[in-house]
């Protein structure tokens, strides 16, 4: 449901947005530095905001404790990272790109998005290799919550959350590399016999990451990992890599004709949630798990026990796995 801000509120939001928009510099007529004389005219929008009550809380959990900085700068570094890069060091005045020489337009056009929010989203992490037995073979779906499910790769995956960039820089992106990943590189797409741990999100999810369904589905991910252990799905192994393994999940975004997801971003995890994911492994049961049957039939009685802690909401939120 938008956001329902009072006119008069709404009025004075998008005026301070237009007077930050005029100070606000860019880099190489791409990059958005966050100088102060943009900041304050957006700290005062931001001010002028509800404060306390429904619309702030939606706010808060939307993207954080600062809303409106926050939606327009990601805004702004989401729209102007495929423009075209210009030479000089001295960075410019974003009323100088193509684009965004009208301050009042722009920011009128910006507190539209912001009050349509939110927008709805899924986040689809990849589990080691190691782990893939966690859903049982028979299975390519395994619901833990209403918004949070196990899946493995297959063909309706990659119809309904298509790996498909929109240009080379966006694919250079979403695969993690330098221009040189592009070179003779297929397309991007989900690994054959993958299992993914899932979440739906609502809210806003930038490109740098940061926001609360980005903090939350970290938490969900470090949750899903440390009550996979407790419950002995998960083991540990002693394997060490001097270089910090790289794991990260995709970020699709709902589209406004309700139906079409397209992927956005890649975003990474810390080191060291990503070397507690790297060492896991599936659980022995001390010995017991010796047979393929055995393999398949534990993990689907601990997924319906976990799928009870999840479903229960808050009560799961002091769950971590601890690395």
């Known amino acids: 449901m938008p956001i329902d801000l009072n006119p008069k509120c709404r009025a004075r939001i998008t005026e301070l947005i237009a007077a930050a928009l005029g100070k606000i510099k860019v880099q190489h007529g791409k990059f958005v530095t966050r100088n102060s004389e943009g900041q304050v005219p957006l700290i005062l929008a931001n001010e002028a ?58 920011a009128a056009r910006l507190v539209e998005e912001f009050v349509a929010l939110p927008r709805e989203y899924k986040l689809t992490f990849q589990l080691p290799h190691d782990v893939r037995e966690a859903l049982p073979p028979e299975k390519d779906r395994h619901d833990l919550s209403v918004r949070m499910r196990l899946i493995r790769s297959s063909a309706e995956l990659a119809i309904e959350l298509p790996l498909i960039a929109a240009n080379e820089d966006a694919e250079q992106r979403l695969k993690g590399g330098s221009l040189l990943s592009l070179i003779g590189s297929p397309p991007l797409q989900w690994t054959e016999g993958a299992v993914h741990l899932q979440l739906d999100a609502s809210g806003f999810v930038g490109m740098y990451g940061g926001s609360m369904p980005d903090l939350e589905a970290r938490r969900v991910l470090r949750s899903f990992c440390g009550l996979g252990l407790a419950l002995r799905m998960f083991d540990t192994n002693n394997r060490y890599s001097p270089y910090p393994p790289r794991h990260h999940y995709f970020v699709h975004r709902l589209e406004l004709d309700g139906s ?57 939120d002091a769950i971590s796995m601890v690395l």
């Open 49 to 106: 905001l509800p404060q306390r009550g429904p619309i702030h809380d939606k706010l808060v959990a939307y993207i954080d404790e600062y809303p409106l900085v926050e939606f327009v700068y990601d805004t702004l570094a989401d729209e102007l990272r495929d423009a075209e890069f210009m030479q000089g060091e001295e960075p410019q005045g974003l009323v100088t790109v193509p684009g965004y020489q009208d301050p009042a337009a722009v």
């Open 260 to 316: 079409t997801w397209c992927v956005r971003d890649r975003l990474e995890l810390d080191d060291s949630l990503s070397r507690g994911i790297e060492r896991l492994k599936m659980h022995s049961v001390n010995g017991w798990i010796d047979s393929p049957e055995k393999q398949a039939s534990w993990p689907a009685r601990i997924l319906n026990e976990m799928a009870n802690v999840f479903s229960a909401g808050q009560k799961s």
